[in-house]
């Protein structure tokens, strides 16, 4: 219990580390339009990196409703863009399906 508070002290030090040093290093620095572009498709990779493997294994009884879910996500997503509107009304759409289904 005693190692536990240095413990959280210097997890949160490494994690907040490399966020802070592009801010500290890159101030004053141009960046190229292609690492720009670059930078920017990073969080979107990983977000479907991280949820799309979940989400099939969500509702193994019935893929319909991933499917449907990561349809919603998707038009809606190309078509107005954000984060929290696509995910909500894809959380709905396949709660929707489940109800349907079963």
């Known amino acids: 219990m005693n190692n536990l508070i240095p413990l959280i002290f210097g997890m949160a030090a490494v994690t907040y580390g490399p966020r802070l040093m592009p801010f500290l290093l ?3 620095k141009k960046i190229p339009k292609r690492v720009d ?3 920017k498709c990073i969080p979107v990779a990983a977000i479907g990196a991280l949820i799309i493997p979940g989400v099939f294994s969500a509702t ?3 893929p319909m409703a991933a ?4 349809a ?3 038009i809606f997503g190309l078509w107005k863009g954000g984060i929290i509107i696509p995910v909500l009304g894809s959380v709905i759409v396949t709660y929707v399906v489940l109800l349907c289904a079963g």
């Open 26 to 28: 890159l101030t004053n």
């Open 37 to 39: 572009a670059f930078l």
């Open 60 to 62: 193994p009884d019935v």
């Open 67 to 70: 499917i449907s879910g990561i």
């Open 72 to 74: 919603f996500t998707l």
